[in-house]
């Protein structure tokens, strides 16, 4: 018999919510969560395939290529974590509140770095604009292709142009979010010293790019100028939860912490892709991973932990609304936090 659960999207930090169809407890699809208040029963196409990554799941444990028991692989974390100097944990935004919290405290209680890389955005402290704020905009600066990345905040933004706002964006010509622009710039500095001076205080800047401090110091400065708001749409589903947890480093500040780093452990994350670094010079690697990846293959230990299916907890939207969600099927695997406790009680 086929069963429907409701849960939160993992593939973007808008926030959807979606339903989980499941038969015999193997997720065979998902279905769209008429009720849901973020996205009013839509989901983008990468949030109906978002199950689609959840199919290769690690059976095993792993130590340096073969298949060991999960107790074996502990035993070989913690003989790192005791004979190596330098530790970095690093957690990410598709981590919930509850797994970043017990991180946290793991790196607290023995004086291990902790980092966290969201998008490159750093310091995004204080309000955020809400997805109502961004619909009832009379102008909008939007930065990166956010129709086409983070398709139901796009929904906001075209229900803006449709109310008679301005859109001003910084996006490649021929992209979703061009196809919406009343005016399309080739720089951050271009759209936001041609059109920064036209915000007021119904006014955001909707960003899901930045490529420097510097940007980012721009894009704060424009609208505390103006007195209008700025929405940061983060591509993993709890990265606002996760920046309210652990400040996040820029990628510079990151890579140096990398280069100081004897043992990283990653918790759910795919960081080879993402960050240009040679992360065969750190000595050794772990990975706390559902389903193998790039970070896991150069991995010298991997062990597997809960898929998000699997998990239960909560994210920090995008526009900083926590939003809880229940395990849509059942799992023997770890979840974060025992498999912290694990490894804290034999060090
Ligand atoms: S916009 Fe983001 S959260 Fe919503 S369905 Fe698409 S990927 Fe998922």
């Known amino acids: 018999m086929l069963e429907i659960k409701h849960t939160l999207c993992p593939s973007c930090s808008v926030g959807c919510g979606i339903n989980v169809v499941s038969h015999e407890g193997d ?27 959840y199919e290769n799941k690690l059976e095993s444990a792993i130590v340096s290529n073969s298949d060991v028991d999960i107790d074996k692989a502990i035993d070989e974390i913690c003989s790192n974590l005791k004979s190596k100097d330098n530790i970095t944990l690093f957690c990410s935004g598709n981590n919930s509140v509850e797994d970043i919290e017990a991180i946290k405290n793991f790196a607290e209680k ?14 995004i402290d204080g309000e955020v604009a809400s997805y109502d704020d961004v619909e009832k905009a009379s102008k909008l600066i939007v930065i990166g292709d ?49 059109f920064g001076d036209n915000l007021d205080e119904s006014s955001v800047i909707v960003f899901n790019t930045v490529n420097s401090s510097e940007d980012l110091d721009k894009i704060k400065e424009i609208s505390d100028k103006r007195n209008s ?7 993993k589903c709890n990265s606002k939860g996760a920046c309210d947890i652990v400040n996040a480093q820029s990628k510079e500040e990151f890579v140096e912490l990398l280069n100081a780093t004897d043992v990283l452990l990653v918790f759910n994350d795919d960081l080879i892709p993402e960050i240009d670094f040679d992360f065969a010079s750190i000595s050794t690697i772990v990975s706390f991973v559902p389903c193998e990846n790039s970070t896991s293959n150069a991995s010298q230990i991997v062990v597997p932990i809960k898929s998000w299916l699997e998990n239960e907890g909560s994210f920090v939207n995008a526009m900083g609304e926590t939003q809880t969600f229940d395990a849509v099927i059942e799992s023997d695997a770890l979840g974060v936090d025992e498999v912290i406790e694990k490894i804290q009680d034999k060090l």
């Open 229 to 235: 708001k700025i929405l940061p749409v983060f591509s």
């Open 27 to 53: 997720v065979v699809g998902t279905y769209p969560y008429k009720r849901h208040p973020v996205n009013e029963g839509k989901n983008c196409l990468n949030g109906r395939n978002s199950v689609e990554i």
């Open 146 to 194: 956010v129709l086409y990345t983070n398709p139901l905040i796009g929904r906001r933004i075209i229900h803006a142009k449709d109310n008679g706002a301005d859109v001003y964006s910084f996006t490649p010509e021929g992209s979703v979010t061009a196809n919406v622009s009343d005016e399309i710039c080739d720089s951050i500095d271009d759209v936001l010293n041609s």
């Open 110 to 123: 023995n004086n291990y770095n902790i980092a966290l890389y969201a998008d490159n955005i750093v310091g």
